[in-house]
């Protein structure tokens, strides 16, 4: 069995990843709209009409913006907790009562052949998920929008073949930059969003657990650079002894188009 993944869009403006096999294919969040992700999911030779669900993270607009067109345009399922759902109520228009599907925060569930594990994470929305979506032997995971590490998340993700790591921020770009306060203080908050730093501390742990290739995502556009975010976590990484190359593969998601697709067996 082939399980397929790539990240579709990954930043703070809008985020959407693809996984699949050849019979089961799923987005996780459609955060922008439907005819952007449209046109990603052909590039890599995927029709929309294909998908069997969309499965979502959290409520804040940039994982929700488009998951309402997309599921009255081709009648797709959205998967989401009981607090997403209610969080999401008046966001996403008209959901067919039978493709709104509710499941427990970490309790496993299936689309076709992919098994999901929707597992807990930190941030400010009602009840935040990643996912750990496996098929065969082979595991992808997403942790994004994360305030802090945690054990929780980590042993979730752990041994995954493929990851999408949050590493949103620069600290020093951030507190030098023209965010306002509160925001600044909710983004470096421990439900806020994750830092290079702190992307590079989980990554060495992350590899020491089983973690093959980092898909580093969710970057600002106003506090980050994918040359800054890679370096940091690599330089992390080789100060533990473990090279992007030898130990694992370590790449950046694209902020405005797919990143590469990823295929195991």
Known sequence: MQLQFCPLFSSSSGNSIFVGTEKTKILIDAGL?????TAELKKIGVNPEELNAILVTHEHSDHIAGVGVLSRRYHIPVYANAGTWAAMNGKLGAIEASNAVEFETGGDFSVGDLNIRPFATPHDAAEPVGYAICAGSCKAAIATDLGCIREGWLSEVAASDVLLLEANHDVN???AGRYPYELKKRILGRKGHLSNDDAGRAAVELVRRGVRAIVLGHLSGENNFP??????????????GLVPGRDLALSVARRDGHSELFSME
Do not use: H
Request: net charge negative; charged share 25%; proline share 0%.
């Open 33 to 37: 709209s439907g005819a952007k992700i």
């Open 173 to 175: 770009t951030l507190e």
């Open 227 to 240: 040359e800054l975010a890679y370096a940091s976590v690599s330089c992390a990484l080789e100060e533990n």
